[in-house]
């Protein structure tokens, strides 16, 4: 009787995280080596360079992709073609990481004499921490699962996944040792919702002027509805007699006064605004106030000066519109 797919799916899933915490349970000061002699290498304008064949190979096309994206430059080698030119890329001082879960691929081992010939250092990724691949490398970072996620422990299943966390626990490490910081993820991701989170500032996303719905604390609720209506806003920022915020006011506000008090309208601001509202400074990134809407469950944001007072206004409904969600 075949196996039902989601006790198969939940099956490869158990096998799977066992094999990453098998990994973490192997790492060793190797790692840490490893981060500095990546991070000596790029410091002084050097490269990472990935090598691996089959589905090693795909995985180091990621893992390559992702050192770039953090400011590690990266290329991917081929095996077969680096002995017919491509060997042109590599320069002394690089760092070679292998990727062989057996250490013993045919093409990578052919290549290696001619490596050797570089000025560069060897991290091995592997599952054979006594192959042939790491007797000749620096650095061996071991990856042995203990087993493959394939029914017949043959398709590399569980060893792949284990690479793929191997490869993003070094580029976060080397990230963090070179001080890679938010604005130069930023300058890495120039397009699409990273880029413009990290790089658009609050006043360049905000309703502003006559869309910024602003209302003195001794106006009616009345005069502040019609200010809303005006500037089609579902809220109203509250200032003091300086022009200083001090509260708001919104359409659910009015719903739920509305239900306890028929006079309502012809209260002031001041007796029925919310005090201390949730704001953001004009020269804060776009990247600041979505961490706000996600962690406070607003509607409308207040963008203030370095004065206090409300100067602009974010809409949940403007993000979309953005491209920033």
Do not use: W
């Not at 001082?93 to 000025?119: C, H, M, Q, T, W």
């Amino acid at each position: 009787m075949k196996n039902n797919p989601l006790t198969r799916a939940r099956k490869v899933f158990d096998i799977e995280i066992a094999a990453l915490r098998a990994v973490r349970q192997q790492l060793t000061p190797a790692f840490a080596t490893a981060i500095d002699l990546a991070v000596t290498c790029l410091n002084q304008r050097g490269k990472l360079v990935i090598v691996g064949i089959g589905k090693s190979g795909n995985v180091g096309q990621k893992i390559a992709a992702t050192f770039n994206s953090t400011g590690s430059t990266s290329v991917v080698l081929s095996s077969v073609d680096a002995l017919h030119g491509d060997l042109g890329i590599i320069r002394d001082g690089d760092v070679i990481l292998a990727l062989s879960y057996s250490g013993e691929s045919e093409e990578l081992l052919n290549l290696l004499p001619a490596l050797k010939r570089f000025s560069i250092r060897f991290i091995a990724l592997t599952g054979a921490a006594q192959s042939t691949l790491a007797r000749h490398s620096d650095v061996v970072l071991n990856l042995k699962v203990p087993r493959e996620a394939c029914p017949f422990n043959l398709a590399p299943t569980a060893s792949t996944t284990a690479l793929l966390a191997m490869g993003d626990a070094l580029a976060m490490a080397i990230l963090e040792a070179r001080g890679f910081r938010r604005q130069d993820f930023a300058k890495h991701h120039p397009s699409g919702a990273i880029g413009r989170s990290l790089l658009l500032r609050v006043g360049d996303m905000m309703r502003k002027n006559e869309r910024n719905a602003v209302a003195a604390r001794t106006v009616t609720v009345k005069q502040a509805l019609l200010t809303m209506t005006r500037c089609k806003s579902g809220s109203v920022s509250v200032t003091d007699q300086r022009g200083k915020l001090v509260g708001v006011f919104t359409d659910g506000d009015l719903r739920r006064l509305m239900a306890a008090d028929d006079h309502v309208l012809d209260q002031p601001l001041s007796k029925v605004m919310t005090r201390n509202p949730v704001v953001i400074r004009e020269d804060a990134l776009a990247a600041e106030a979505l961490r706000i809407f996600d962690e406070r469950n607003i509607d409308d944001l207040i963008v203030v000066n370095a004065k206090r007072e409300p100067v602009g206004l974010i809409d949940s409904q403007d993000l979309p519109k953005l491209k920033l969600m």
